[in-house]
C-alpha cells in the first residue's frame, strides 16, 4: 500500500515539473538587419517594430556589412546600451535581452546621425 502512495506521489511531482517547466514564459523573437549599403532595421513577425509590451525577447541580428554594427540602448537617462554586432564582423548573432518601458533605440555606431530606428516598450 505503501508503495502505491509513493508511486502516486512520484508521478504527480514529475506531472506537475512538466506542467511547470512548459507554462515558462518564452522569449519573444525579434529580427534586427543592418546593411548591405546604409540600412538598418527591427521588426517583430515581419512587421517594423515601433512599440513593444515590456518581457524578455530574442534579437536575431543579420549583420551583412563589414562596415556597420548594431547597438541596442535604452534611451534618456536608461543603463542599457549593448553592441550586438561590431565592425567588421558580419554573419549572425543571437542575443536575448529584457526589455523595460521607456524609449529604446538602435543604431550604427560609426554611422548613427544616418542608420537608426527607435521603438517605445509599455
Known amino acids: 500500500m505503501i508503495r502505491h502512495a509513493l508511486v502516486a506521489v512520484s508521478a504527480a511531482a514529475a506531472l506537475a515539473t512538466a506542467v511547470s517547466a512548459s ?4 522569449a519573444v523573437l525579434l529580427k534586427g538587419a543592418v546593411g ?3 540600412t538598418i532595421a527591427l521588426s517583430k513577425s515581419g512587421v517594423k ?3 513593444l509590451k515590456a518581457g524578455t525577447y530574442k534579437i536575431v541580428v543579420s549583420d551583412r556589412s ?3 554594427n548594431f547597438v541596442l540602448e535604452k534611451a534618456k537617462g536608461g543603463r542599457f546600451e549593448r553592441q550586438i554586432t561590431s565592425v567588421p564582423f558580419t554573419g549572425t548573432k543571437t542575443f536575448t535581452v529584457k526589455l523595460t ?6 543604431y550604427c555606431a560609426p554611422h548613427e ?3 537608426r530606428g527607435e ?4
Open 36 to 38: 548591405p549599403g546604409f
Open 66 to 68: 563589414s562596415q556597420h
Open 49 to 51: 517594430v515601433r512599440s
Open 23 to 26: 507554462a515558462a514564459p518564452k
Open 101 to 106: 518601458p521607456g524609449k529604446w533605440e538602435f
Open 119 to 122: 521603438f517605445t516598450v509599455k
Open 113 to 115: 546621425s544616418a542608420m
